[in-house]
């Protein structure tokens, strides 16, 4: 299957980046790196972000913790600037998507690992690469921060199957791999 065969695979009603690693790998600072240069071309990018840790719906007191804490299941926020939405359930990616239809060209998620979209993995060494390629699938793009790795992936045989492993420290090459890819999905 080719990489562009993938991609249509997955395609859903709104076209998913993910961005996956394990903490400190630099998901975050890929993300916003891509939606700029994504939102500078004129693209309305929407972003979903998986959080590993439970985290509060709200800050302690609000109105809306308030409603949440009496028993409401969702409450929605909203002023003339911004609407937040909080909701006492988890959310799949393809739900996310599923509700940007029509309001984004893309969406950029950062994590939920198990989801099949095309994926950006950033990793730290081989053993991230191994322990990730075990956790989830539809890699299209690997980021390392070892060098040793890249020069190894480097020397190995490439077939057409192969996924290209980048180095980090290379910013312009990752600029420009990483916003090829995801303009591909549009």
């Known amino acids: ?70 028993g409401a299941v969702e409450a929605v926020l909203t002023s003339s600037e911004a609407t937040r939405i909080m909701r006492k359930s988890e959310t799949s990616l393809e ?21 099949d979209y095309p994926k950006i993995a950033l990793i730290r060494n081989a053993d991230e690469m191994s322990l990730l390629r075990n956790q989830t699938a539809n890699i299209c793009l690997w980021l390392s921060w070892e060098e040793n790795e890249v020069k190894h992936r480097a020397a190995s045989p490439v077939s057409p199957n192969t996924i290209p492993v980048l180095p980090l420290q290379d910013q312009a090459l990752i600029d420009e791999e990483v916003l090829s890819l995801a303009l591909s999905l549009l």
């Open 95 to 115: 739900d996310i998507a599923a509700s940007m239809y029509g309001k984004v060209d893309l969406l950029i998620a950062e994590g939920f690992k198990s989801a």
């Open 1 to 70: 299957m080719t990489m562009e065969s993938q991609h249509a695979a997955v395609r859903g009603p709104v076209p998913v980046l993910q961005i996956v690693g394990y903490k400190n790998s630099g998901k975050t600072t890929l993300a916003c790196r891509l939606i700029r240069a994504l939102s500078a071309r004129g693209l309305r990018v929407g972003s979903a972000k998986h959080d590993a840790h439970h985290f509060q719906l709200d800050d302690p007191g609000t109105d809306s913790s308030k409603h949440l804490l009496h």
